[in-house]
C-alpha cells in the first residue's frame, strides 16, 4: 500500500534531488509549468508510486540491517504518531452514533434510520481496524526488541517488518478512506471501456485494459460482472461493460475517467512509435437517489439496436435510452429480459444525470448545459508507454511509474490511491 500523508516541502525538495539523480530523463514528465511546491509533490508522489510497485515484503533479503531497522522503526513511528489520536476520534463519533440510535425512533422513518445504522456499522469497522492498527505497532515494536537482543537475526526482522507492514497498510487503508468523500464515492462502479478507430490494435488494447481492471478487482477480493462484451472479428474487443459491484469501487476507479493510450513500437519498425487508444467511462452503481430522479419521458429516445448474426438474441434485449436536453445516452443487454436491461439502462442514465449535474456544479440536471459536457474523446487519463522504455504516464496529475507490467497486471491500487491525493491536494 502507499503512504497518504502528504509530506513536508523540505522533504519534497530532497526527493526531487533523488528523483534527478535516480531515474533517466525519459522518465521526467513533460508537464506544464506549476508552482513549486506542486513540483515537489509531483515528484515526492512519483517516488512513492516506484516504491510502492516493488513486492515489498522480499525487500529485507535486498537491503542491509541498518537500512531495515530503519525502515521498520520510520512505519512504527508514522503508525503511533497517527493512531491514538485517529483511534480517540473514531471513537467518539462511535459513542455519538450510538446514541442517535437509542434516542431515535426507528419506526417513524426506515430511510433515515437505515441510513444511521449503516453508519453505525461503518464507524464500528473503523474503530477495530484502528485496534488492530495499534495491535500491530505493539507486535513490530516487540520483534524488533527481541531481535536487537538476539543480535543479528534477519528471520525476527523479518517478521518486525513484515507486521510493521501490515500496520502501514491499515493506516494506508484509513487515510485513503478519508479522501473518499465525494457524494458518490461509496457507491460501486460500471466500467464501459470502447475501442479507438484504426484497425486491430485498438481493440486489442480495449481487451487489455478490461484485463486490467478485471485482475484489479478480483486483488480486492471481487469478481468484476461483464454484462457486455462486443468482440471484433480479427481479436479483440470492440466494447465491453463490467460491474463492480462493491464498495468504493466507483471512488477509487472515478479518475480513469477518458482516453487511455498505448504507445507501442511501429509493427514494420520504423523510428516512430504508433498510438492505439480507448475510453473508459466510469459510473456510479447504487445510488441512493437515483431511482428518485424523475426525468420527463418526452426527453428520452428509447430503442434497440437492429444487429443480425451470431449475436442476435442478445441485441434483441438490447436497450439503448438517449437524453435528448444532454445528449447523454447509455445502454444495457447484460439482462435476462427487455424490461430488466431497460431498467438498468435507465439506472445507469439517472446516474450519469446526477453526475454531470455536479461536474458542472449545478443543483438540477435541467440546467446542465449540454455544450459544456466534455466528451471522452477529449478526456486525456494515462499513456501506457510500451516503447521505446516502458512507463505509465497519468496525465491529470503528473504521476509516472516505471512499472507498466505491474500496472497491466492489476497492480492498481499504489497509482489509485497517489491519483485520489494529489487531487486531494490540488483542491485544497
Request: charged share 25%; glycine share 4%.
Amino acid at each position: 500500500m502507499v503512504m497518504a500523508t502528504v509530506v513536508s516541502e523540505p522533504a519534497c525538495a530532497r526527493m526531487v534531488h533523488d528523483v534527478l539523480s535516480s531515474f533517466s530523463s525519459k522518465w521526467q514528465p513533460s508537464l506544464v509549468k506549476k508552482k513549486p511546491h506542486a513540483q515537489m509533490l509531483q515528484c515526492s508522489l512519483r517516488i512513492r508510486a516506484c516504491n510502492s510497485m516493488a513486492n515489498k515484503k522480499d525487500i529485507y533479503k535486498q537491503v542491509g540491517l541498518f537500512s531495515l531497522r530503519r525502515k521498520i522503526e520510520d512505519a512504527v513511528l508514522r503508525a503511533e504518531m497517527f493512531a491514538s489520536t485517529a483511534l480517540e476520534m473514531e471513537e467518539a463519533t462511535w459513542i455519538k452514533q450510538e446514541e442517535m440510535v437509542r434516542d431515535f425512533d426507528m419506526w417513524d422513518d426506515p430511510a433515515k434510520s437505515n441510513d444511521i445504522l449503516v453508519k453505525l456499522a461503518n464507524s464500528a469497522k473503523v474503530v477495530d481496524s484502528l485496534k488492530d492498527l495499534k495491535y500491530k505497532v505493539e507486535e513490530a515494536k516487540l520483534i524488533n526488541q527481541l531481535a536487537e537482543m538476539n543480535a543479528i537475526d534477519y528471520g525476527l526482522y523479518k517478521q518486525a517488518y513484515e507486521a510493521s507492514l501490515d500496520a502501514s497498510e491499515i493506516l494506508d487503508q484509513y487515510e485513503i478512506s478519508k479522501l473518499l468523500n465525494g457524494p458518490f464515492d461509496m457507491a460501486g462502479a460500471c466500467l464501459v471501456i470502447n475501442a479507438g478507430p484504426n484497425g486491430i490494435y485498438p481493440k486489442l488494447w480495449a481487451e487489455q485494459l478490461l484485463s486490467m481492471y478485471l485482475r484489479w478487482a478480483k486483488r480486492q477480493g471481487y469478481e468484476g460482472r461483464i454484462i457486455d462484451k462486443c468482440p471484433f472479428k480479427n481479436g479483440g474487443i470492440n466494447s465491453a461493460t463490467i460491474e463492480l459491484e462493491f464498495e468504493c469501487a466507483y471512488g477509487y476507479l472515478s479518475g480513469e475517467k477518458g482516453v487511455h493510450y498505448l504507445i507501442r513500437g511501429s509493427p514494420n519498425e520504423s523510428s516512430q512509435p504508433e498510438a492505439c487508444s480507448a475510453t473508459v467511462d466510469v459510473i456510479p452503481m447504487f445510488l441512493e437517489n437515483a431511482c428518485d430522479l424523475e426525468i420527463d419521458s418526452e426527453d428520452l429516445i428509447i430503442s434497440s439496436p437492429l444487429i443480425h448474426g451470431e449475436n442476435k438474441r442478445q441485441t434483441d434485449l438490447t436497450v439503448c435510452i438517449q437524453h435528448l436536453p444532454t445528449g447523454i445516452s447509455v445502454q444495457s443487454s447484460g439482462e435476462r429480459s427487455h424490461f430488466a436491461n431497460k431498467m438498468k439502462a435507465l439506472n445507469r442514465l439517472k446516474a450519469k444525470l446526477q453526475v454531470t449535474a455536479r461536474e458542472q456544479g449545478v443543483s438540477s440536471i435541467k440546467s446542465i448545459r449540454k455544450d459544456n459536457i466534455v466528451s471522452l474523446w477529449e478526456e486525456e487519463t494515462r499513456r501506457y508507454v510500451s516503447h521505446p522504455y516502458k512507463l505509465v504516464h497519468d496525465v491529470k496529475t503528473g504521476i509516472e511509474v516505471p512499472d507498466l507490467n505491474y500496472v497491466l497486471d492489476g497492480i492498481l491500487d499504489p497509482l489509485l490511491q497517489l491519483i485520489l491525493i494529489a487531487e486531494s491536494c490540488h483542491k485544497i
